[in-house]
């Protein structure tokens, strides 16, 4: 079946070539009527048409192609981010190119001969910001995820309520009478896990002791951070607050591993809720982060700068969702 084109809108509607440009356009305001806009696009439903976006784009030198850029594909939290970033690109006729950097934070090799030429804007992640300089593309409008909102860097910023989530975790555990706390932090060097250490010792400060350990964001690196920390010795921690649930899933693992049991010895909270919060045993209490929200704040907010307009959002708001990795602190510890 032949594809129909303008000319055919054109002919079904009774009006001429150039009024469904400015229709099809949306160019149409000042120039066209309602009425005959609308009986335009009803016409071009009616026969099924669709622009041809690669003509389009060479008329007006823009690829419609934004860059997404995240840590890894292996991340269930940044493969949401990305269904929800195309969802809002497809409603505006954008496609979303998804790169991952290959070592998960560190710089990569540039996948275009231009991304300038490619790209008409970049959403990155904080934890992948290094790759944005390997690629080249630091002319182009930029949005970032999770990231310091006071840096120029960026046209727009879109953030998670993340110290919030913390004041959520350790209001929860310091009503379960827990006083003695470990931070499992993430051992990568990124805005977001600062906001959090920052936030949970500023809360915790007053009330509780608290030691903080770093950790690779894996399952291994995470359990033999924990068994250390964890060894028995005077004033061992009655909870610990992992910055995320691949971290507190390692935590669990080094729990069992010491012979402590979950929630009645030690209670683990996480961050992000993944599948793998619900997978574990016992399952995990942790800050749900509506990813898919992000990467929708996230599309919307470049196709705001590129339509030349500011971007004001606050951020995205977080909450804890308790399961039974935690409970009250025990009654005496060692």
Known sequence: MTRPTSRDVATAAGVSQATVSLVLGDKWRGRVSERTAAHVRDTAAGLGYRPNLAARNLRLG????ALLVVPALTNEFFARVYTGAARVAAAHGFGVVLYPSPDGTGPARDPFASARAALDGVIASSMAAHTLEALGGDALPLVMLDSDPTSTTAAAHVNLAMADGMRQVAEHLLRNGHRRFLHLASAVDSWTFHVRAEALSALLS???????????????????AAENALAPSPGRPTAIVCDDDILAAGACKAARRLGLRI??????????DLALATAVEPELTTVRLPAEHVGEHGMTALLTVLDGAPWNAPDLPVHLVVRDSTGPAPATTP
């Open 206 to 224: 007053p009330h509780a002791e608290l030691r903080t350990v770093r950790a690779p964001l894996t399952v291994h690196g995470a359990r033999t």
């Open 263 to 272: 929630p009645e010895d030690l209670s683990v909270t996480g961050f992000d």
């Open 62 to 65: 823009s690829t419609r192609t």
